[in-house]
């Protein structure tokens, strides 16, 4: 049974209903160059968008700041699964890790099998004793909207929530938007994250 309201999970820096933005049928033709520009011009939340094999396509400054697993052409589930830096020993973990696994899921079923879904799964299975578990016998629904704590280090831990978005007229993409939770503590942190981004820029 899903859960009402977003879940917490846990993700180290170095890495449920959806949000129509518009209808298969709607107006208007957003091209991955409108997507570059769509996610650059949002300034104020981290914003990341994914392809079908959770590979990001483009996100802006304050995703790439938030994590490293939000840099363009880096496989959210390889960074999550293969990564040696990312804690997988805590629960907080294995939730985020399932998500992951059931997010790959949802993708295949909604879209066809291809060459380099194929590679992902085999890759991942091959080499992530968790990832296998996950894949073979976790059946949960990927959430839409949750809560995932971060370790961001300048910033330290921060706690976002995402809300998905389809894209319009390419379904294949998924876009994450964040916010921090509701609370005072994540709230600063969050504007120290704002802070430390415009200092690179």
């Known amino acids: 049974m899903r859960r009402s309201g977003p879940r917490r999970a846990t993700l180290g820096h170095e890495p449920g209903a959806s949000v129509a933005v518009m209808n298969r049928n709607g ?8 997507v570059n520009e769509l996610v650059s011009a949002i300034r104020c939340l981290p914003a990341v968008v994914t392809d079908r094999h959770l590979t990001v396509v483009t996100s802006n400054p304050l995703a790439r700041a938030l994590s490293g697993a939000f840099h363009p052409t880096v496989n959210i589930a390889r960074y999550t699964f293969l990564n040696p830096v990312v804690d997988d020993d805590s629960p907080e973990w294995r939730d985020a890790s399932g998500q992951i ?15 380099g879904f194929r590679k992902l799964v085999g890759e991942l299975s091959s080499q992530s004793i968790a990832f296998a578990q996950a894949w073979a016998h976790d059946d949960r629904r990927p959430a839409r909207s949750a809560a995932v704590r971060f370790v961001q280090p300048f910033v330290g831990p921060i706690t976002m929530v995402f809300q998905e978005l389809l894209i319009p007229d390419d379904f294949a993409l998924r876009m994450l938007l ?9 709230r600063d942190a969050f504007a120290r994250l704002v802070a430390f981004t415009a200092e690179q820029d």
Do not use: I, N
Not at 27 to 34: M, P
Not at 101 to 115: I, K, N, P, T, W
């Open 27 to 34: 107006a208007g033709d957003v091209g991955r160059d409108g």
């Open 101 to 115: 696994a059931a997010m790959l899921r949802d993708s295949l079923d909604q879209h066809e099998e291809d060459a």
């Open 178 to 186: 964040w916010r921090p939770v509701d609370d005072p503590a994540e």
